[in-house]
């Protein structure tokens, strides 16, 4: 019997990982439930997510959360919604995220994953290695069940972390020795040769950063990467600065840290928001959101002297320690511009090595596959120029690989893996740039109508006794080309067609508003070639 694999996202793109496992004999299993960027931020939508909801009777009862990044952990609010009784299986720091995102007063049933022991979730036997990565938590995992043995590698380095975590080595070997049937390996970095720098040169470099700076710092990073911001906190306090923390994200990752044992910093080095204003400029840190260029977050807020409390001048330093997460260049290029404008110096990792990946780039691919020596290798988690990439890291050892993209099904039997040609996709949810609230996908088809062809307002005012118009129509057009010509055609034509109506049709607001759209929109078709969004209005005078 076969065990069907779905990727309901994270195989051809960025983010929103979720691999659902369906064995033939039931009790479905998903592991992760991310949210990716949108392509649709010039609409407002800032994340999309897998909606669940579409999996119906084929949903899980059990979902592994691998640890606690947006792009595995953020959806699981959806899912939580299409199915109320799915239990969430995770690390003691990933739980403590997970509780916090789905803290609406509702039970949940949640059981810790510890490492280095063996527990069940449906018709599979688990067990977790914690790993170095750039958040507290994360760890890859190892499945036993009646298909074979697969193991998910992804969101881990060989190195230690920026707080010391480690990858047991001996553990992976340990797990090829036993026999690997099918490894599904993370691709995001596939494409690197360059090593990247370890994190004790990270910290160096941050340090020396800090120390040679003139105005004030601004630190921009992941919210949850912790140990970047460690690193840059300890500069501060050696250069004899405070840190300030700006943005939401970072302010809750420091508080759910908290509850979990803190990150050992001097007493006294940490101030909030509120104080920045009062603060000396060279003494102090801002670490700040928004890596990525979000809208609305504190990076971009800065950028354009929006952020309360504090603005680029000359002398102040940017650093950049993150990684760009592909599509997301432009944008943060033209925030660095912003900043330099203002007379601040921008520093990236590709000027000094103040940031490293958490992801495994080609040699720790290389090392990992010698390590579990699999059968089969899927790549996961990245477009298909880096699926692709892996697949061939895999191939020059010999190994059979399986590449698939969202939604294509995957059946994993007897050791082997092949596609099944069936392609099933469970559509997506988008979410305002903010993350929270959940766009109608009619708005967003507003939207993009208003973008791509213009606005034509259509008013005309009335009697409120019901004696019908009482002046002439006007037009206002947004967003689109219309000569004068034009435009006097339209309100001539306009006017004619209401003057043809009965009196008693005069007098009827509604028959007012929708002759006067049909109208328009026919004869903007015919004249201009463009189906702008018509509004028509009459206004009661």
């Given at each position: 019997m076969a065990t069907r694999l779905l990727a309901l996202g994270g195989l051809g793109e960025f983010g929103a990982n979720s691999l659902l496992i369906e064995p033939e004999s039931g009790g479905n299993l998903l592991i992760d439930a991310g949210a990716a960027f949108s392509d649709l931020a010039a609409f407002g939508v800032g994340y999309e997510v897998p909606d669940f909801a579409a999996l119906g009777g084929h949903g899980p009862q059990t979902v592994i959360v691998t640890h606690a990044h947006d792009d595995h952990i953020k959806g699981l609010t959806f899912l939580r919604e299409a199915f109320p009784a799915v239990e969430v299986l995770a690390s003691r720091t990933t739980l403590a995220w997970a509780r916090r995102a789905l803290s609406n007063g509702e039970p949940l049933a949640t059981r810790e994953l510890k490492g280095g022991t063996d527990q069940r979730a449906g018709q599979f036997g688990v067990e977790a290695l914690p790993v170095s990565h750039s958040i507290p938590g994360a760890v890859v995992?190892?499945?036993?069940?009646?298909?074979?043995?697969?193991?998910?590698?992804?969101?881990?380095?060989?190195?230690?972390?920026?707080?010391?975590?480690?990858?047991?080595?001996?553990?992976?070997?340990?797990?090829?020795?036993?026999?690997?049937?099918?490894?599904?390996?993370?691709?995001?970095?596939?494409?690197?040769?360059?090593?990247?720098?370890?994190?004790?040169?990270?910290?160096?470099?941050?340090?020396?950063?800090?120390?040679?700076?003139?105005?004030a710092v601004i630190a921009v990073s992941f919210a949850s990467h912790l140990g970047r911001f460690r690193q840059v906190a300890m500069a501060a306090a050696q250069a004899g600065r405070v840190v300030v923390p700006v943005g939401r994200g970072l302010v809750e990752s420091l508080e759910v840290q908290g509850q979990l044992g803190g990150l050992r910093l001097p007493p006294g080095l940490l101030r909030p928001a509120r104080e920045l204003p009062k603060l000396p400029r060279d003494r102090v840190v801002v670490v700040a959101t928004g890596s990525q260029g979000e809208p609305g977050s504190a990076f971009s807020r800065l950028a354009v002297d929006l952020l309360t409390g504090l603005r680029l001048r000359a002398g102040d330093t940017v650093l950049h320690a993150a990684r760009i997460i592909p599509g997301n260049e432009r944008r943060?290029?033209?925030?660095?511009?912003?900043?330099?404008?203002?007379?601040?110096?921008?520093?990236?990792?590709?000027?000094?090595?103040?940031?490293?990946?958490?992801?495994?780039?080609?040699?720790?691919?290389?090392?990992?596959?010698?390590?579990?020596?699999?059968?089969?290798?899927?790549?996961?988690?990245?477009?298909?120029?880096?699926?692709?990439?892996?697949?061939?890291?895999?191939?020059?050892?010999?190994?059979t690989t399986s590449v698939a993209e969202n939604g294509e099904e995957l059946a994993w039997h007897g050791g082997q893996v092949i596609t099944t040609g069936e392609v099933r996709q469970v559509g997506r949810i988008l979410l305002d740039d903010v993350g929270e609230d959940v766009l109608d996908p009619a708005v967003?088809?507003?939207?993009?109508?208003?973008?791509?062809?213009?606005?034509?307002?259509?008013?005309?005012?009335?009697?409120?006794?019901?004696?019908?118009?009482?002046?002439?129509?006007?037009?206002?057009v947004s967003g689109m080309p219309l000569s004068p010509a034009v435009r006097d055609h339209l309100l001539a034509g306009l006017a004619g067609e209401l003057a043809r109506a009965g009196a008693l049709a005069r007098r009827d607001p509604e028959w007012l508003r929708s002759t006067m759209s049909r109208w328009l929109r026919s004869e903007l078709r015919r004249r201009t070639r463009r189906r702008p969004v018509v509004v028509a209005l009459v206004v009661e005078l």
């Open positions: 995992l190892r499945l036993e069940g009646e298909p074979g043995t697969l193991v998910l590698a992804t969101d881990l380095r060989l190195a230690a972390s920026a707080l010391g975590e480690t990858t047991s080595a001996e553990t992976l070997a340990g797990w090829g020795d036993a026999g690997v049937d099918v490894l599904l390996l993370d691709s995001t970095n596939a494409l690197v040769e360059a090593e990247p720098p370890a994190e004790d040169q990270v910290a160096a470099a941050l340090e020396e950063q800090v120390r040679g700076a003139r105005g943060l290029a033209q925030l660095f511009d912003h900043c330099v404008r203002r007379g601040a110096r921008v520093v990236t990792s590709a000027e000094a090595p103040i940031h490293a990946s958490g992801h495994p780039h080609r040699s720790e691919l290389e090392r990992l596959l010698d390590l579990t020596r699999p059968k089969v290798v899927v790549p996961v988690h990245g477009r298909r120029r880096n699926l692709e990439a892996v697949a061939d890291i895999a191939r020059r050892r010999g190994i967003l088809h507003h939207r993009r109508s208003l973008a791509r062809e213009g606005l034509v307002v259509a008013v005309l005012p009335c009697s409120c006794t019901g004696q019908g118009p009482v002046g002439e129509p006007q037009l206002h």
